[in-house]
């Protein structure tokens, strides 16, 4: 009786270069009146530059936080003077939805991660954001598949629950 061989696989481990695409995102400075938040604090900016990301800091963003132009600078962010230097960038971060103006201000196939408030909008703003094939992604929208939870909304609604609290109790100590 004959025996066959069976042809055996030899595992080889290949040098895997992993295509790294560097980002260039921007933070423009909030316009929205009553609106003291930035879209990405120092640290994070930190974060991003470190892995090679190109960030772009408009002027004054961070100011209502109390974080200067140069504790994004000292993060590795360029401090852009100028909105429409901020709008250049590939990705734009966002709290408040743009406003028409800042929608002018936007390239083609720009990404553009915010709230956009779908139900609220004006349909002239949606064309224009179609015409210039602008990437929204609502940040409101966006859903953990784990849990159903939606991560964003959660946290701001933790963040401001939090702040009624530590407002009612200094109104009811004074």
Known sequence: METLSVPRTKAEMLQVHPKQQRLFIGIPRETTLQENRVALVPHSVATLTAHGHKVVVETGAGEKTKFTDHDYSEAGAEIAHSREDVFKADVLLKVAPPVLEEVDLMRPNQVLISPI??????????????????????????????????????????????????????????
């Not at 409101?140 to 946290?155: A, K």
């Open 117 to 174: 408030h779908l139900p609220l909008l004006d349909p002239e703003y949606i064309v224009k954001l179609q015409k210039k094939r602008v990437i929204a992604l609502a940040m409101e929208y966006i859903r953990d598949d784990d849990t159903g939870m939606f991560p964003i909304v959660h946290v701001m609604s933790e963040i401001a629950g939090i702040s009624a609290i530590l407002i009612a109790a200094e109104l009811l100590a004074t």
